[in-house]
């Protein structure tokens, strides 16, 4: 998508994610300050129109790696240790670069765990809603040290988009060492053409893309795990754009037509998390409200332990509930933030009452209403 500015879907967005891959981060063992300046300062300029900003940031093994020894790391452990020298480098060169518009950076390392999980992706989910609450950069890497083959995403691109389906991002951009998905590749074949936009990924589109990355020499991500990432995202209602990040603006740039391939999705966040919710929460036991709270819910507003009477079933945190008034007729379903033997607890309680019942301060609400569909 080319044009002005107004025809971007980074024009209206209030929260997007931003992937910044190892080889924009480090010059070899050096992170490169220079540009990661001009970055928080683009970022910093995006969070002053109101819009907030994730950022997804690789490196670690790469700015980690020449502490351990002169040979690249090639086993799992070694990349691991890499990443564990690496992360704290990375942050500092990230607090120096924010330092100048007075946003904190906070480290947050996930696994692939507490992206699937439905208890730890709640968890993960309050932690980075409260950090941006707060006007912090919430920076995610993944948690290299303890994350072994099988349980690690391995590319930050797919934990880039699981991060903006977790806080409902509007965008996700993928700064890239390419300007966008080509026909074939463009270093290999001079006719490849650009693509400019797409509404969704076709197979033909995993062909263009190919395999990973093997002409990087570091980083894991490839077009292929770019547009895997933008799947995710495509189905989580959030747009994903891919660009070239080795310039001094990369989110202006994008916001004013900068040359990438735009993957559209047919939904917004909300639509497509109402459809998810639709169709993945079987109930494990049920929540009775009073009136007040029925009417509450369905103004918007979420459930609180004080509208509640009653518990049925034994479920943990994180489990679907089906939620009923007092005389058993169904409003909808949930994912309680609360297991039924806490609830029970708590049940009819103002917020300010629960702490001390339960000696630690739960979540604000049983069930956000983000995570609650109501019957039509
Ligand atoms: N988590 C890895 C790092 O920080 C990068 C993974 C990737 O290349 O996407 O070095």
Known sequence: MTGSSSSSPLSSAKR??????SALIADGPDPRQSWLNDLAKDIAAFRNRGCEVVLVSS???????????????????????????????????????????DVPVAQSLLSLEDTENRRRWLNARSTLETLLSAGAIPVINENDTVATDEIRYGDNDRLAARVAQMVSADVLILLSDIDGLYTAD???????AHIPQLTEIAAEHEQMAGGTNTQADIGSGGMATKLAAARIAWSAGCATAITLGDRTDPLSGLLNGAKATWILPPLTPAKAREIWLRGHLTPEGAVFVDNGAARALRDG?????????????????????????????MIGKGITAYSAVDARRIL????????????YRGRPSIIHRNDLILEP
């Open 16 to 21: 997007i994610v931003v992937k910044v891959g």
């Open 59 to 101: 490196g670690a093994i790469a700015l980690g790696r020449q502490l351990l020894g002169p040979h690249k790391p090639k086993k799992l452990e070694e990349k691991q240790a890499a990443a564990a020298l690496g992360q704290p480098l990375l942050m500092a060169a990230l607090s120096q670069a924010f330092s100048p518009h």
């Open 186 to 192: 463009p270093r290999l074949s001079p006719e490849a």
């Open 301 to 329: 507003a979420s459930l609180l332990a004080a509208g509640l009477t009653g518990i049925d079933g034994d479920f943990a945190r994180g489990a679907a509930v089906a939620v009923l008034t007092d005389t058993g007729e």
């Open 348 to 359: 009819g309680l103002r917020s300010d009452q629960i702490a001390d019942v339960l000696g």
